[in-house]
């Protein structure tokens, strides 16, 4: 019988994208057979702290707390290079007044929840779910929100105005891509089995990226009222080489972006990444 293996990833454009290989059916191991599961980010990330799935995509934030359980593969990863989650309000905003304001953050272990508190400690979140941030804004509820997911590319279309961009701000302070999400697998797998899956969930996103319209035709089943351009635009800002692999110069922003988050007294502590080779 094949060994089951659940992966557990957003039901947004660029994981759908990202997995269509095995999804599909198109990349496959006789030795797996593999669930997906389509969850928000911060719903993984709270089921990973049981070890509820096998592999599953998580916050970079939530990363440094499931490091003793989980690894990090080596693909899949999320990287906002010079550009990244946006600050987004009905009218400018002065960024030093923002300690005065309400801003809507996404779940409190996401990635751009951290990158805000290293850009501005302090600031006021009310935590609302991602795909309600937009209208939370719109409505007047908040004073801003930190938009993720495609909420990016539609921003503007609205009438909102950024804020800042975190992603553009990190790359100014270090030089590096901002790391906003990446693919781990639990360890108690063993070294054999981590390495097999791995070079599967490898194989997927080279399968989307080289049969790129038929993965972004499957991938539009999940991007919330995008048309094709603005899904493609998506898909490439987050499916793409740093999502093959995270190289040397991916590596260190990861790296980076732990040991600031803990240099800030945000993160409990150092956290070096571990990943599957």
């Known amino acids: ?13 660029d994981d759908a994208f990202m997995f269509y290989g095995l999804a599909s059916g198109k990349v496959h191991d006789a030795e797996f057979e593999f669930v997906h599961v389509l969850e928000d980010i911060q719903t993984l990330n709270e089921r990973a702290f049981t070890g509820r799935y096998e592999v599953t995509a998580v916050s970079f934030h939530a990363y440094a ?28 905003v002065d960024p030093a007044s923002l300690p005065a304001k309400k801003i809507a953050v996404p779940g409190p272990l996401t990635s751009a929840v951290l990158a805000l508190r290293m850009w501005r400690p302090g600031l006021p979140e009310i935590v609302v779910p991602f795909d309600r941030i937009l209208d939370e804004v719109l409505a007047g509820r908040v004073d801003a929100g930190l938009i993720i997911h495609e909420g990016q590319v539609t921003y503007a279309s609205l009438g909102l105005h950024k804020v800042v961009d ?4 990190w ?9 906003l999400g990446g693919n781990v697998i639990r360890k108690d797998l063993g070294p054999a089995v981590m390495r097999r899956i791995s070079h599967l969930l490898r194989a997927s996103i080279q399968f989307g990226l080289s ?31 740093w999502t093959l692999d ?19 007294h945000i993160l409990p502590r150092l956290v070096l990444p571990e990943f599957v080779d």
């Open 166 to 169: 975190l992603g553009e701000w």
């Open 211 to 241: 049969h790129r319209d038929e993965a972004l035709t499957h991938a539009m089943q999940y991007g919330r009222d995008l048309n094709r351009q603005n899904a493609d635009r998506f898909v490439g800002m987050y499916v793409n080489d």
């Open 1 to 13: 019988m094949p060994q089951r293996i659940t992966v557990a990833h957003s039901p947004d454009a």
């Open 171 to 179: 790359k100014g302070e270090t030089g590096l891509p901002l790391p």
């Open 246 to 264: 995270y190289g040397d110069r991916g590596r260190e922003a990861v790296r980076r972006f732990l040991a600031r988050g803990y240099e800030a």
């Open 65 to 92: 707390l499931l490091a003793e359980r989980y690894a990090l593969l080596p693909h899949g990863a999320s990287m906002g290079d010079g550009y990244g989650p946006i600050l987004v309000a009905k009218q400018p």
